[in-house]
């Protein structure tokens, strides 16, 4: 079977190759060996790597292998020396048969970058076979009445050899009665006959022997040798002769065992069993005929025994004896050709040539993935094979030379979709019905840095007490990368930015590995509301990639600052302030006021007042809400002249915080009241008041135009401060107009106590801050307006001695400075 097989593959190569070449990317040229059959192992067949142009650390390095398309590996490669050597037995007759040309096709592959080049080794025959017989010994009956010049077909010797190494003649050993006549059929194959020259005398000589030596053209010649006994027979004179010598017929390869094949016929003019016929198959036929045919002895009728296979052997020659039953028997000879007609019975090969190598995801299209062959052993269109890749893969098949593939990409890949691809290659053959084959070639593709990292979110917001534990955790941020590997290593760092004129790093930290961010000290809520930081996310790919994610940390307000005392002044008079208010009062008369303001925000800066501790308890009342000190009831002569009130002011936070302010309060008879002083006063022209009125009215206006300037620039970034106060702030960063970005300017209006005042605060956050403020109290008997500019101290203070110039003990009065702090 491999004898055939090989002959009919490389006969139709050579036809192929003499019509067809084609040339493709990875092949460089086709070199071309001749060599003898039969070579030792080790034997050199050429320097490959000279000439391939490779140096001998190309076959190292490169991975330079050899395969080879007949499937045995006859060929290896001397990897010291850069030789192709021969690496098994190479029998030419086992690979090529009867061929006139036996050429043995390699491919060599080499990897990185992967290149393929096709050589071809022609084996020459060599003359290592010598002619032989099936059988040694050959009997021939021949009745002695036989006619002159008759011919009997004796065995052909076999040589396996070609050429003139082939069979190339017979002689006869000599004797009177025969010679030897060598016949020329079809395919140059020679049927030695045995051709009886004089007529037999069985009384003179019953038995023949002669020698039949068939000889090849080699040199030395080699022969092989077969005994011809013949045995002369008396009577029967005729021979049974068949209709035709030769018989040709087509049978189908999937023909059932036990078909009909062909009828042969014979006649015999002779009478009685002299003229009856039986058939069988010549004595010389070989085994492999013997197991697919068989003839009935009685009407010569040929039928198939067993299954035939085109692609084993493709035609068969049946030769055919007829015997009579005379005394001696005659026998009468034919041949049968039958040849054997292909079948679409096999189904395609795909065949890896090279392993499918792994392929980045940024890979350019036409990047070569694999190679590859296909083969189908049936004959023509049966053989003719189509690859087909599933729809809308990214890859597809660049054919080369002779059934050969390579597998490219043709599309774009995308690790994050598919890291590996099962690509499914199917071949049909065009026969019919037409037979196919699948193969799954896996390839894997590698990550390539594509892919930033992507936060959760693009912004948080993170809600932290003020007043917290310095390293504490404020918030941990998440960002993932789609990548692998380090592509896909994430670490994480805060962008520089500024707060309050401070990097940010100063306030917190972040872990580069889990992205934590935590506190470097504790925040103050009066001093810092809000700040951001900015996050960044950075792979380990190179080129890295990265993002940003903003963190708005907001400070929430706890309970810290206690209520202060603005009036009466407790930087003046200390803890006590002492207050005048005649007998003659009333149930209701405002005797003072006490007025305190909270740092804090919200409910924390909710203030109440009430008497803790006074004199009588049932002369005086202070108003929980706007801290004002009226009578209960109409002052009496009983009263004592000297009362003295100790007023609490507390705040609605948790913890409460509380301050506490004395009130000495003198009853004197005749004492006017306090709103007409301030009235006349008021009205009596002075360069007091003169002053004082120039001072409210640049004041108020100096306020009102900066106060709409921010407001209109403000407009958009309003920041609600608390539950029970509105501001809004701006950096002045945030406008161009102003010529020191890292300066604050903030204007305030506080409506939680009974006491109303406006702000405008301008500094450094966490420097000392300066304020112009607006004090109004509108429960007041009066209408009290304040404004505050400490510019200097001493335009302060100057302001401050007017104002207590001008108004009665009653009426308020202002710190400059230092009330702004506590305020902030």
Partial sequence: ????????????LTLWWHHFFLLWSTIHGQTRYSIPEELELGSMVGNLAKDLGLGLSDIFDRKLRVASEAGEQYFSVDAGKGELVVNDRIDREALCGQSASCVLPLQVVIENPLQLHRIEVEIRDVNDNAPSFLKNDHVIEIAESTVVGVRFPLESAEDPDVGSNGLKTYTLSKDDCFTLKVKEIENGRKIPELVLNKSLDREKKAIHNLFLTAMDGGNPVKSGTSKITINVLDNNDNVPLFENTLYKIAVQENSANGSFVIATKAT??????????????????????????????????????????????TSYRIDISAKDKGLPKMEGHCSVQVDVLDVNDNAPEI?????PTFVPEDSLSGTVVALLSVRDIDSGDNGKVKLQLPKRSPFTLKPSF????????????????VAEYNIEITATDSGSPPLSSKKIIPVSVTDVNDNPPVFTQPSYNVYLKENGVPGSILYSVSASDLDFGENAKVSYSILDSKVQDVSVSSYVYINSDNGSIYSMHSFDYEKLKVFEIRVQAKDQGSPSLSSNATVHVFILDQNDNAPAVIYPSSAALGSLSHQRMPRSAKAGHL?????????DSGHNAWISYRVAEATDASLFTVNQYTGEVRTKRAVSEQDDSSQRLLIEIKDDGEPVQSATVTVSILLEDGLHEPILDLRQKAVEPSKKSGRLTLYLIVSLASVSVLSLVTFVILAVKCIRNSRSSGSCCMRRSDCDDYKNPNRNLQIQLNTDGPIKYVEVLGGDMLSQSQSFRSCMSPMSEYSDFTLIKPSSTTDFREVISVLDASLPDSTWTFESQQVSRNLL
């Fill in 1 to 12: 079977m491999t004898k055939r097989m090989g002959y009919r593959d490389w006969r139709w």
């Fill in 402 to 417: 002779s059934n050969n593939y390579a597998l490219v990409t043709s599309g774009v890949l995308d690790r994050e979709s």
């Fill in 591 to 599: 005797v003072t006021k006490v007025t305190a303001v909270d740092a």
């Fill in 351 to 355: 065949v890896l040539t090279s392993k």
């Fill in 268 to 313: 015999d003019i002779d009478e009685g069993p002299n003229g009856e016929i039986e058939y069988s198959l010549g004595i010389h036929t070989p085994p492999s005929v013997l197991s697919l045919f068989h003839i009935d002895a009685v009407t010569g009728d040929i039928f198939l025994k067993n299954q035939l296979d085109h692609e084993t052997q």
